[in-house]
């Protein structure tokens, strides 16, 4: 199975929901459907009406993140992963590196992951190096981090989605060169199976993805889906990713 999921970001409102209308449109009629799922996470504002219209429907809706307390709590503008699912959400980002960005800690990071879990939320679970790291060679190592400090064996791996998204590629229109990005998910796939003692969640890269690009991507079988940002807000741009993939 593979997944294309699509990140909205600071985008969306209520009438955005065409766009979605567009691309569950054009699943239920595409001959590969049952090759691959479809998720978005728009903002947390429109997270109710979109899960709750999308319910019977073939797209899941997830949020972009999720506060690291469980239930309720007196941190103003949190939003907990007990409040996510309560509104119908199925899935949540856990990791992006805009959060990181913003303070979002190892520790912060596992308990995200400990409390979505814990509240039946998907986990897509977001790691990727910087320029600099990757200029010195630091890739493998930065990588190897983020999986074990955030990860445990006990976490049920079966509802976690691990999304590798170098932060240089994010947005920037550059992407990782294929044979470079093969040995990446390979290498990430051997941590993650050392992590869990058994298969590895599955992978999905993401950063500057395009109905362009991803035809590179084909090739390289291990890799699972791709978390899409820019080319999201786009039902064609996001339809074009899928057509193009299968063809
Ligand atoms: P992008 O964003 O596709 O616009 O590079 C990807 C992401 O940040 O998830």
Redesign the pocket.
Known sequence: MKYFIG?W?MFGIPKSISILKKINSFYSIDKNRNKYKVIFTPPFTLLESYSQFFKKKYLSIGSQNCYQKDQFSSNTAAISSYMIKKVGAEYT?IG???NRAEGDTDVILKDKIKFALKNNLKVVF?IGENKLEKRKNKTFRVLKKQLKKALERKFNKKKIIV?Y?PIW????GRTPKAKELNKTIKFIKKVLKNIFKQNSPAVLY?????EVNVKKFKEIDEIDGF??????KSSKKFIDIIKNYYR
């Open positions: 990140n970001k980002l992006h590196s805009d977001c999304a998204e590629s994010i947005g920037t993401g950063g500057s993805v395009d978390l899409i940002g820019g080319a999201s």
